[in-house]
């Protein structure tokens, strides 16, 4: 739907309707309403989709390629820096690892083969509020009288949060194999 968007979405999202329009219900021809400029909720739902997966994966990819960085770095390191970074300080002395180390497995092979993996359920969830762009400065008493105005952008969030929860538990699934045979 973020990809789409100007193609899908009704109205630009910007678009102010006129004053007749202003908060209008949910009703055919703007099914989730219209706000406080009359503009119409759907299509800022829409649109604002777009920048919010911009900047969640934007930040998750920050996260995993400083955190894996990090997270190498104190493995190597050790001493002062496994103070920084608990898990990878707890993954690095658990049984098979250190049995690892014991049979000889290299610094390079344990990071990447038996820490790396382990590593993978800490990096950090990126989607962000941002349903309309941000320029709702009303606030409180808005929603009194246009809770449609933040339901819709809200429950749209919601979804998405709870779609990419899914697919976490189930790549999760799939790949850990401490679960695998469950």
């Not at 649109?47 to 960085?69: C, K, Q």
């Amino acid at each position: 739907m973020a990809i789409l968007a100007n193609v899908i979405a009704p109205y630009h999202p910007k678009e102010s309707l006129g004053r007749e329009n202003v908060h209008l219900t949910p009703q055919q021809g703007h099914i989730m309403g219209t706000d406080h400029a009359g503009r119409d909720v759907l299509s800022r739902v829409i649109h604002g989709a777009r920048i919010s997966l911009y900047v969640g994966f934007g930040s998750v990819a920050v996260g995993i390629t400083l955190g894996f960085i990090l997270a190498v770095v104190t493995t190597y390191a050790g001493g002062f820096i496994d103070l920084c970074f608990p898990e990878v300080l707890t993954t690095k002395e658990l049984d098979y690892i250190l049995a690892a180390r014991a049979i000889g497995a290299s610094p390079l092979r344990l990071v990447f083969r038996h820490i790396t993996p382990q590593l993978h359920g800490d990096s950090p969830g990126g989607i962000h509020l941002l349903p309309g762009a941000g320029d709702n400065h009303r606030g409180f008493p808005q929603l009194l009288g246009a809770p449609w105005v933040a339901m819709f952008p809200g429950l749209a969030i919601f979804v998405v949060v709870f779609g990419f929860n899914l697919l976490g538990d189930s790549l999760r699934d799939a790949w850990d194999p401490k679960l695998r045979g469950r």
